[in-house]
Structure formats: C-alpha cells, structure tokens
T-cell receptor, first 117, second 113 residues
Framework: KAGVTQTPRYLIKTRGQQVTLSCSPISGHRSVSWYQQTPGQGLQFLFEYFSETQRNKGNFPGRFSGRQFSNSRSEMNVSTLELGDSALYLC????????????????FGEGSRLTVL | AQSVTQLGSHVSVSEGALVLLRCNYSSSVPPYLFWYVQYPNQGLQLLLKYTSAATLVKGINGFEAEFKKSETSFHLTKPSAHMSDAAEYFCAVSYSSASKIIFGSGTRLSIRP
C-alpha cells in the first residue's frame, strides 16, 4: 500500500509570492491533516480536512488555507509569503472516522520543505 | 486546552543503556496517546499508541510506554539503546478519533558509542 505522498519535496520562494503544496493520502483514508514544523515552534497544527470539509483548525492567519478534493487528495496554500513561513510542511492522513474503530493515528508524508527568501 | 509536555529537549545515553523519554499530558478525560519518531529529513513514524486498552503498550524497535493515569504520564522506554535509535521523538495526544492531534515539543535522542 502506497504511503502518503507530498509534492514538491523542496521549493524556494521569495517574500510576497504564494505557494501551493499537494498531499495524496493513503488509499482509503478520508482525513488529511497539515502541520508546520520549525526549529523554534516545533510541530504546529494547521488544519484537518475530512470528506472535503475542514473539521479542525489551528491558530494560523488567513494566509494559510487548504482544501480537499473528492478523492481525498488535499492542497494547502500560503499567500503573501513571509520569511517566517520557511518550514517543513507535513501532511498526514488517517481513516478519520468516529468511534472506537478508529484511534485517529496519523500516517505522515516526508514533507515539503519551503524556504522563503 | 489539551496539551502535552515533554521534559528534556535533548537526551543523551550510551549505547546499551536504558532510554527514558518523559511525557505528561493535561486532561481530565481519557486520551489517546502516541509516540512518534522522526529521522533526519523524514516525516514522522508511529512508534506506539495507547487507546485505553492495556496500560503497558509495546511498539516497534523494542520501545514501550506505560500509561499512568494518576501521574498523567506516558513515558517512553527502551531497555538497551542502539545507535540507530538516534532521532527526534514526539509525544502526542488527542481526545477522540476525530479530534486534532497535538504534539509535544520533541526530544532529541543522541546515542554515545
């Protein structure tokens, strides 16, 4: 079974530009979560999508947005990039269902490393 | 608000020695608890999880963790460290299968030859 795939793996942007990152979850997983990882702030939760709807949201400005498609693939977008947006962006998928059959464990991709100059 | 605290941002042990990484959570309801490991330039990999079954949980690579409700702790241990265990370890908590997972700040484990 293929794992979580994130593209691109590395990218460099300049301040003010925007970026779109893509995530393909494990087949059958309906939930996709996004995290930002930086040396200073650690792993910060951005948002989670389940069945094309945002189900949970972290404390990030509106410049950070996401969406999920009917095939569960997800994209996140960051507009008007700032130097502080340089980070490893991790996508994780899970079954996403409620109830005792699902423990909510996440399966992570290898991340997209964004550098803002 | 749910949170998890990892004591010690960096732990160094000798090869063959006991590994103990500490994690405490804040909660008044039974949580789901996880330990993840991250190797350089990679994503996170699940080591083990607690989901209200047995309090002693065994994971991959010889790691285990014990859920202690009275201490709100979920410390990770391994009897004998191996050089390949050098990585960053994250404790994480959630309160339902549909709620977000919150991660601790991580503990970098170094292994001395």
């Amino acid at each position: 079974k293929a794992g979580v795939t994130q593209t691109p793996r590395y990218l460099i942007k300049t301040r003010g530009q925007q970026v779109t990152l893509s995530c393909s979850p494990i087949s059958g997983h309906r939930s996709v979560s996004w995290y930002q990882q930086t040396p200073g702030q650690g792993l910060q939760f951005l948002f989670e999508y389940f069945s094309e709807t945002q189900r949970n949201k972290g404390n990030f400005p509106g410049r950070f947005s996401g969406r999920q498609f009917s095939n569960s693939r997800s994209e996140m977008n960051v507009s008007t990039l700032e130097l502080g947006d340089s980070a490893l962006y991790l996508c994780a998928s899970s079954l996403g269902g409620r109830g005792s059959s699902s423990t909510g464990e996440l399966f992570f991709g290898e991340g997209s490393r964004l550098t803002v100059l | 608000a749910q949170s998890v605290t990892q004591l010690g941002s960096h732990v160094s042990v000798s090869e063959g020695a006991l590994v103990l990484l500490r994690c405490n959570y804040s909660s008044s309801v039974p949580p789901y608890l996880f330990w993840y490991v991250q190797y350089p330039n990679q994503g996170l990999q699940l080591l083990l999880k607690y989901t209200s079954a047995a309090t002693l949980v065994k994971g991959i690579n010889g790691f285990e963790a014990e859920f202690k409700k009275s201490e709100t702790s979920f410390h990770l241990t391994k009897p004998s460290a191996h050089m390949s265990d050098a990585a960053e370890y994250f404790c994480a908590v959630s309160y339902s299968s549909a709620s977000k997972i919150i991660f601790g700040s991580g503990t970098r484990l170094s292994i001395r030859p």
